[in-house]
């Protein structure tokens, strides 16, 4: 064996240890900390055209990609510009033909490939998919985790076999409101000391109509990024139920066992500022998003004509269906209804617009805020809690007329 | 030792820090003057290097780089991390601590940098095939050359060991150059083997890894 990986000797005494480091440093100072996931993309600035068709990268193993806000500026996100999200990477999924299984509390437990999979009826829907954690990086102070800014979001049609047809062809034992659907899919950990990326949804939610096993997006096979072949669709709730490369479905009268459902992607019921000391019971699991907007243009930090501008972008929520967009020109500006476009319906989003007669030159904040039927409206700053989630403070973005 | 100047935070230090810096403790030295803790930038040095070894195993450098926390939240991630399978050495985790808490804490002395930025094309690349099999390896030889050669590190099914990653699944195993020169010259903390292995020894390990599959259920 050719020791070439640099590591460390490990039963040396302190002195010669010394002297491997300063051999070594000289090396690890040049090629830096960069390896096989080094800087392969272009460092700095980035010009405006190239801008446009490129996705912020927040890691690179495991591939997390947010979606410049620009885009949201229609109804469906493009699947190239989708954001990218798993726990621990794509897996490689040409290296077999697909297989499906629901299993667990049923009297007929299915395993089948996509073929099978495709006779049964489709329906789609276009629906908002949101990482849970989106816009942790609003919250002070600052909270571990992927550092998402305001993009890791988009509205997709989905198209696939809903969830219950499957479930009632495999013949339930227990009724709605009796367990949970377990749901496993190939986001595999890189060690068995990792805790898998299981996690589960009520049955009754397995059972709604919109809850779809899902093979196409947007018209478009599933890519593999956005968990092809198979993902599970769960509108008006979080990323983090929209189960990829899904691989079997387990019924069962528990939730899901393991760090991802028991201890991961919990809200605290109260209102729980840094450093409170929270127990199981002060908490619940995150799934249904609250109410939301997005201004997609003009984009932060924008250099606009004087005149009159269009301020446009999207707004959505878990809870109903959104009411109201406003918008307001600087911190204490008053606030003005937007014009809400496309037709409300539930688990997608709405575009909106509004008009800006531009006052003379020099910086503006614009901001957006959306109200639901629920009677949620967006708050300056979301309340703090330890995870990062559903960030939902009213959205700003800085501007210069010149 | 200049280059790692910009790893000395600028904080007031209080009489209990410089006590605590000439006598030594199991904690976090108090950052200080050099000519009271000659030792820093070599537990520095091997900190950065202990984060290469055992933390870019699964994962790249930005979910690191990218973060601003404060000396508790590292500590908490680092013990967070060795739970999941971070093969930290237990004489390496103070160094770690405090090379995450020089680089990797105060946004004011070491701002982010904007972020970087990759084309869907490029994104999708990383993940897909690099180039066509070689040859058609030999599963069954390739199953007993895992077993003599990767097993140790890698685990006896290949989904994970105390040194070495899942490999079941994973993409890796598409992309054939990409396989060959991490068997062939080593990775961090795996070594190289190409003395070990020839080009038709390493074809048939993958594609014995190729044939794996996780069960539904197993951890």
New interface residues.
């Given amino acids: 064996?050719?020791?070439?990986?640099?590591?460390?000797p490990?039963t040396s005494t302190s002195t010669s240890?010394?002297k491997w480091?300063r051999a070594?440093?000289g090396a690890?100072?040049a090629g830096g900390?960069?390896?096989?996931?080094?800087?392969?993309?272009?460092?700095?600035r980035?010009d405006a055209a190239?801008?446009e068709?490129?996705?912020?990268?927040?890691?690179?193993?495991?591939?997390d990609?947010?979606t410049p806000v620009d885009v949201f500026d229609r109804f469906l996100t493009p699947n190239?510009?989708f954001f990218?999200r798993s726990h621990f990477?794509?897996?490689?999924v040409?290296?077999?033909p697909w297989r499906f299984?629901v299993?667990g509390l049923v009297e007929r437990p299915l395993a089948m490939g996509l073929d099978e999979l495709s006779t049964m009826e489709t329906v789609s829907a276009p629906a908002v998919l949101q990482c849970t954690g989106n816009g942790r990086s609003f919250y002070s102070?600052?909270i571990?985790g992927?550092?998402w800014g305001r993009g890791a979001v988009g509205n997709a049609e989905w198209a696939g076999v809903r969830l219950a047809d499957l479930l009632r062809r495999a013949g339930l034992k227990i009724a709605a409101d009796e367990g949970h659907v377990h749901l496993?899919g190939?986001d595999?950990?890189?060690?068995?000391?990792?805790?898998?990326f299981l996690r589960s949804i009520p049955l009754s939610r397995a059972l709604d109509p919109g809850t779809l096993v899902a093979t196409r997006m947007n018209g478009e096979p599933l890519p593999?990024?956005h968990g092809g072949p198979l993902r599970l669709v769960v509108p008006d709730w979080g990323g983090n139920h929209w189960i990829k490369w899904l691989?079997?479905i387990?019924v069962s009268r528990e939730e899901a066992p393991?760090f991802y459902q028991q201890t991961g992607y919990k809200m605290p019921k109260v209102l729980a500022p840094p450093g409170a000391e929270l127990k199981p019971a002060d908490l619940v699991t995150a799934t249904t998003m609250p109410v939301k907007s997005l201004i997609a243009r003009p984009t932060d930090g924008a250099r606009l004509k004087p005149g009159r501008v269009e301020i446009q972008g999207v707004a959505w929520t878990g809870m109903g269906h959104v009411t109201r967009v406003e918008v307001a020109i600087g911190r204490d500006g008053p606030w003005r209804a937007a014009t809400l476009l496309n037709d409300d319906r539930p688990g997608t989003w709405r575009l909106w617009r509004c008009e800006w007669d531009t006052p003379g030159p020099g910086r503006h904040q614009l901001r957006a805020r959306a109200t639901d039927s629920s009677g949620q409206t967006q708050p300056e700053s979301t309340a703090w809690n330890r995870s990062g989630y559903y960030w939902n403070g009213i959205d700003t973005v800085e501007c210069e007329v010149v | 030792m200049g280059r790692f100047s910009r790893f000395l935070p600028i904080v007031p230090t209080s009489l209990v820090a410089l006590v605590a810096a000439f006598v030594g403790t199991t904690g976090v030295p108090a950052p200080g003057d050099r000519a009271l803790d000659p030792d820093r930038d070599d537990r520095l040095a091997m900190g950065r290097l202990a984060f290469r070894d055992n933390c870019l195993m699964c994962h790249s450098e930005e979910m690191t780089t990218r973060s601003r926390l404060t000396e508790k939240q590292w500590a908490t991630e680092i013990d967070k991390m060795i739970g999941w399978g971070a093969p930290v050495p237990a004489d390496l985790k103070g160094p770690l601590l405090e090379f995450l808490v020089s680089a990797y804490s105060d946004p004011g002395s070491s701002p982010v940098a904007a972020p970087e930025r990759i084309s869907p094309r490029a994104a999708l690349d990383l993940v897909s095939p690099d180039g066509p099999l070689p040859r058609v390896g030999d599963v069954a030889q390739g199953a007993s050359l895992y077993k003599a050669h990767c097993a140790t590190c890698h685990g006896p099914e290949a989904r994970g060991g105390d040194l070495g990653t899942a490999l079941v699944e994973k993409t890796v195993l598409l992309r054939p150059s990409e396989y060959s020169g991490i068997v062939r010259k080593g990775l961090r903390r795996m070594p190289g083997f190409e003395a070990a292995l020839n080009p038709e020894r390493e074809s048939d390990i993958l594609a014995w890894l190729r044939t794996r599959r996780f069960e539904i259920g197993m951890p």
Avoid at chain 1, 1 to 8: E, L, N, T
Avoid at chain 1, 33 to 44: D, H, N, S, Y
Avoid at chain 1, 56 to 61: E, N, T
Avoid at chain 1, 188 to 196: L, N
């Fill in positions: 064996m050719i020791d070439r990986s640099g590591m460390m490990r240890r010394r480091l070594t440093a690890m100072a900390l960069a390896g096989p996931w080094g800087f392969g993309g272009r460092r700095g980035v190239e801008a068709a490129t996705l912020i990268v927040r890691s690179r193993v495991p591939l990609l947010e190239d510009l990218v990477g794509a897996p490689a040409q290296l077999a299984e299993r102070p600052t571990p992927v550092g496993h190939a595999a950990p890189p060690s068995i000391k990792t805790p898998p593999l990024l691989r079997a387990v393991g």
